[in-house]
């Protein structure tokens, strides 16, 4: 039941108080000067107890936000982050409402990022972990025998669970704000072309078109955050493009924006617009059952705004095209 809060427009606790006091008194008197008539036992009572009345009535609105908040505590304390304290004063005590439920509001939010990011990590900590363990058990039982093609079987699975690991544990960072930046000026088009050479393997060869203009053209940015951005969107790009399409990097510049932009663009089915929002969430895949760990560009997405840049994603006739910009100074 919402009691009603007479005092809620008043902006300070001090003048609730001096109003309380002085209406009982005000009240007091005026119930004594009607009653004068009586015995005058009988009109001190009365006033006695319109004054109680009034003073019952209104208290019980200036210290309900109070038992509030006590009760969402003691539920807090119990894991429910839902309960909220009606905050419509204007005085202090409403203030520290608002600040109980932006507390509560950012408790719950944590709270199910942790249930969430569990639920995750088990889920795709599970794959891997079962097809290695089923591997390793056919090696042992003779099912298999341990030729190269069952020991790179079983490789892959052991990197593919140090790559999860590892991108949590850069996820974990940067959230945490513990990479600091080292900017420093770099010539663009050398850096994209070890960002290539290094992201290209024996095993997975990729087809990468880098176009910068003009020639020359010059970033100021962590180079090391930076290749972690270009090398998982170059990943995600190839691993979600045709096996024979090459992707394209264009990188240019937007004098009026004062930002560098660059594209990296893929011929594959692209990302549904109803996606676009979430795909750089962690463990979002946009709808793409690939393999992948989903935390790639909720990486680059980090690391992008570390810079106080934007990542976003394209509206392209065809494939997927993700741009990342960046301040030029």
């Not at 009760?71 to 004063?89: F, H, I, L, P, Q």
Request: some cysteine; aromatic content about 4%.
């Amino acid at each position: 039941m919402n009691w009603p809060r007479p005092l809620d427009p008043l902006r300070s606790f001090k003048a609730k108080t001096g109003l309380l006091v002085g209406a009982s008194l005000v009240l007091a008197s005026l119930t004594f000067w009607v009653t004068s008539q009586w015995q005058f036992r009988y009109a001190l009572l009365a006033a006695l107890v319109a004054a109680l009345v009034v003073t019952q009535a209104l208290a019980h609105g200036m210290t309900s936000p109070l038992r509030e908040m006590t009760a969402a505590a003691k539920a807090m304390a119990t894991g429910d982050y839902s309960r909220r304290v009606r905050s419509t004063s204007r005085d202090e005590i409403g203030q520290l409402a608002a600040a109980f439920n932006q507390m509560a509001e950012d408790l719950e939010a944590h709270d199910r990022y942790r249930r969430e990011l569990i639920g995750n990590v088990s889920h795709e900590l599970r794959t891997p972990i079962a097809a290695l363990q089923a591997v390793l058990e056919n090696v042992v039982d003779g099912v298999e025998i341990p030729d190269e093609t069952t020991m790179r079987s079983a490789l892959a699975q052991a990197e593919r669970l140090g790559g999860l690991v590892a991108d949590l544990l850069d996820l974990s960072r940067l959230e945490g704000g513990a990479v600091p930046l080292r900017l420093q000026t770099f010539e663009i088009a050398p850096f994209l072309d070890d960002v290539v050479r290094q992201a290209s393997t024996p095993a997975r060869p990729l087809r990468v078109d880098v176009d910068v203009a003009p020639a020359g053209l010059q970033a100021v940015a962590d180079s090391a955050r930076l290749h972690q951005v270009i090398a998982n969107l170059v990943d995600n790009a190839a691993r979600h493009g045709s096996p024979h399409g090459p992707v394209r990097i264009r990188v240019r510049t937007d004098p009026h924006a004062g930002e560098l932009l660059l594209d990296v663009h893929d011929d594959g089915p692209g990302i549904a617009a109803a996606d676009r929002s979430r795909v750089f969430e962690r463990f979002a895949r946009g709808g793409a059952q690939d393999g992948g760990t989903g935390l790639g560009l909720a990486i680059a997405r980090w690391a992008v705004e570390l810079h106080a840049g934007r990542i976003e994603v394209l509206d392209t006739p065809s494939g997927c095209c993700i741009r990342v910009a960046l301040p030029q100074a």
